[in-house]
């Protein structure tokens, strides 16, 4: 994986390589989005209705009659068909499971708000990942004494077998050891790697779908039995490990 990026970091007259210092490198940062913030208004405004549902012989019957039961004195005719619909959804999660769990934002409780746009709401979750990331990677340069030049521009290729980082992009070779040793410990270039993933566009040449789906594979045997493929031996179309 290759990653070309641009940084510089002030320099603090520390020329060290210190890991209680450094800032972990977090491939995805909370932040609170419209969706959360939704969902939010939706558990609170469902769990007070469970309340109400539970108070009826049979709750799930009750809310058949609300929402699908246009000849029940209880149906919400006051509602249009998608908002009744989630409603429905909504109360049945409460009802089977005392909590949520299905959200569906044409609730009438969201009527007179601008409609939800979750294309935009995940570039905006990017956007704020890239900040968050830059911002790490800025603070860990600085508290090592990391100093880049001015519109460098550096080239991380990371191994997604070993999450191994090489830099290129310099003849500084002084400052691609530097580097190197500092983001090659603990989980940062881990991190990274998933970072760049999420963050990828639909046309990434870097992760095609069958490419992506080999990663996962690859990962998920590594995670399941301790073998990396990439080190075991093929006879017959199977992998083979040394002991046969």
């Known amino acids: 994986m290759n990653i070309n990026t641009s940084y510089t970091a002030a320099s603090n ?25 939704r969902m939010k208004i939706l558990d609170e405004k469902y769990e ?18 609300k929402y699908r039961n246009p000849y029940s004195s209880y149906f919400r005719s006051d509602l249009t068909k998608p908002e009744r619909e989630a409603a429905y959804i909504m109360e049945m999660s409460w009802a089977r499971n005392n909590k949520g769990g299905q959200y569906d934002f044409n609730d009438a409780i969201f009527r007179n708000e601008k409609r939800y746009d979750s294309t935009q709401e995940s570039v905006e979750k990017k956007i704020f990942n890239r900040q968050k990331v830059n911002e790490q ?6 508290k090592n004494g990391i100093s880049i030049p001015k519109n460098t521009n550096l080239t991380f290729t990371i191994d997604p077998n070993n999450f191994k980082l090489v830099v290129g992009g310099s003849k500084d070779e002084s400052l691609i050891k530097q580097i190197e040793d500092l983001l090659n410990t603990t989980n940062n270039t881990r991190e990274l790697f998933f970072h760049i993933m999420k963050s990828r566009n639909d ?26 493929l990439k080190d075991l031996s093929i006879v017959n179309g199977q992998f083979v490990t040394d002991n046969g």
């Open 13 to 37: 007259n520390q020329n060290r390589i210190d890991s209680k210092d450094q800032s972990t490198i977090k491939s995805t940062n909370e932040v609170m989005t419209e969706s959360d913030r």
């Open 48 to 65: 007070k209705i469970n309340e109400q549902n539970k108070r009826f012989n049979d709750p799930q019957d009750h809310i058949y009659n």
């Open 137 to 142: 990677l800025q603070d860990l340069f600085s």
């Open 203 to 228: 046309d990434s040449t870097q992760f095609t779908p069958d490419s992506l789906a080999k990663f996962h594979l690859v990962n998920q045997i590594k995670t399941v039995t301790g073998y990396n």
